[in-house]
């Protein structure tokens, strides 16, 4: 009796709303896919593979739950922002994971889609 034997690679991560998730074009053929996921624990994070290994490139601090998870980018340029919606508030990442911007509304609803 033969066994086929297959490696799986896990990530830890909250529960996540259904537009938290977005993967990050990539410029050239040989460089890894980064994807960005935000979770209802607030944590937004942003990761590749590397030699069959999982790799974090940054991870935010718990917060606010993360509703949405958006990619934008200046004219011509290859997308290099992202922005996370949480609660009434909205932060813009840049890949390495500083905040550019932060927004707060005075809408009192949640932000559920940008």
Known sequence: MDYELARIDYTLCGITYPDALRILPSTE????Q???IGDKNGVLQCLSVIDE???VHFKTL?????TSVQLASSVG???D???AAS???VKGYT???KVFLSIETSVSETITSM
């Open 29 to 32: 053929h040989k460089i890894q």
């Open 34 to 36: 980064k994807f960005v």
């Open 53 to 55: 290994e999982p790799v």
């Open 62 to 66: 718990p917060g606010k739950p993360i």
């Open 77 to 79: 340029n290859n997308t």
């Open 81 to 83: 922002k992202i922005f």
């Open 87 to 89: 609660g009434n508030e």
């Open 95 to 97: 890949k390495k994971g």
